[in-house]
């Protein structure tokens, strides 16, 4: 691969997170999130300089490295948020199994009501919990990456969006539903929009996205069996 090759891939990524970052913080608008809004750019800036995706995907590698460093920094926040783990135990474990299950059952019901293949019901299994961790239950299950991200990013979007208007219109006010609810349902995306609610419901979702990824990966080896 050449040396001019790979740091055009990486400017290109960087710049698309930075502009798309500006942009987010001008308008403040969920749907603007830069986790999307880059990745459409990117996708626009590679289709328009005529890069070939395999060709990217090899200069740009060092941000899967990154990306495999994000999950060991998953610790951190379970270790900052200690207090309201111990004090509200009880809560975290009911409303993580059972977002986290359902949201499981839910995939496994639509692979038999719409007959989908194993592969792509593997790249489906993980689409609740946050990237890093859903890629690597993915490739475990035998999934596909590419297809676990869109989904993993499909589903984090329309939580963001639907989640809080959810919550208002079922009358709950609960601070530590509202943060398991969007820490469970739409990973960091949703733990950093219960932050915008208050310190208490910003940890609950920081516990609740830990701890649903932590949730699922000791179910892989049981998945394992069924695929």
Known sequence: MM????MLCI????GSYLFSLTLYKK??????????TASALLIAVIFG????????????SVFNQLLQLAVVSLAVPLYKQLCYLKKNYKKIIAGVIMGTALGLAAVIAMSHIFHLQ??????????????????VISTNLGGISSTTIFFVIT????SLIVGPKLLYLLGINSKSAKGLAMGTSAQMLGANRSF??????GAMGNIAMTTSAIFLSLLVPILTLLF
Do not use: C, M
Not at 27 to 36: E, I
Not at 127 to 135: D, G, M, Y
């Open 3 to 6: 040396p001019l090759l790979i």
């Open 11 to 14: 400017a290109i990524t960087i």
């Open 27 to 36: 308008y403040k608008k969920p749907w603007l999130n830069p986790l999307y």
């Open 49 to 60: 300089f005529h890069i070939q995706a395999d060709a990217y995907l090899q200069a740009s």
């Open 118 to 135: 194993e592969q792509l019901l593997a790249s489906l299994i993980p689409r609740s919990v946050t990237l890093p961790i859903a890629l």
């Open 155 to 158: 589903s984090a979007l329309v």
């Open 196 to 201: 915008a609610w208050g310190e208490e419901e």
